[in-house]
């Protein structure tokens, strides 16, 4: 019998070892075949993107830092500012229109904004990457309608929020205390909507 080419009998090693590594890969990143984010992940569709690891965080009212100052350009190009929601509980939303976690917790996000807008809560995104433009046309897309802080140009508000962020986080959802101080965070998709409700309530539930 004729011997193969060993170029030709190690292309089948060569899978094999491809195929280890892509299932050591998958593995270690938790992917399953029926995760959507995984598979635009995989597709190369990513963009980009880091996420956090969906971990949340309650911080004690006693325990919480000084109130967080900012000041940005929103999409209308109105100018808004940390003392605009004084007095109010307000989330705040780190996001950009290319990242596909975003995406996927937009309409969760307006909804939650629906529900508690009448007990008066504040929403606010903060838009890390993109110009007005494409934020519009996110927001149109997927029906959000609270405004977004455009920070792409001087990154001012990711720095006012420097140490409850991660810069390269996103998304990464905070909640406001009324003085403006850090109640609760989630780093990154928020999976379970009812999560963030619940911080919001007991938020809202705090003494003023």
Do not use: H, K
């Not at 070892?17 to 995989?42: F, H, K, M, N």
């Not at 140490?163 to 101080?181: E, I, K, S, Y």
């Amino acid at each position: 019998m004729t011997a193969r080419p060993a170029a030709a009998r190690a292309v089948p090693a060569r899978r094999t070892a491809l195929a280890l590594i892509v299932a050591g890969a998958l593995a270690l990143t938790g992917c399953t075949a029926s995760d959507p984010l995984a598979e635009q992940y995989r597709s190369g569709t990513g963009q980009g993107y880091i996420s956090g690891d969906g971990a949340y965080t309650v911080i004690a009212e006693e325990e919480r830092g000084e109130p967080v100052t900012f000041e940005g350009q929103v999409e209308s190009g109105e100018t808004v500012s940390s003392d605009d929601y004084r007095g109010e509980v307000l989330v705040v939303n780190f996001w950009y229109a290319g990242c596909p976690p975003c995406r996927a917790e937009a309409a969760d996000l307006e909804a939650i904004w629906q529900q508690f807008a009448p007990e008066g809560v504040e929403f606010l995104g903060v838009n890390i990457y993109d110009q007005a433009p494409t934020a519009l046309a996110f927001a149109e897309e997927f029906g959000v309608t609270y405004p977004s802080i455009l920070d792409a140009n001087d990154g001012s508000t990711r720095l006012a929020f420097a140490g409850q962020v991660a810069p390269n986080a996103v998304p990464t959802t905070l909640v406001l205390d009324r003085q403006g101080r850090v109640a609760a965070r989630i780093s990154g998709l928020l999976t379970e909507p009812s999560t963030l409700r619940a911080m919001i309530t007991d938020t809202l539930a705090e003494s003023s």
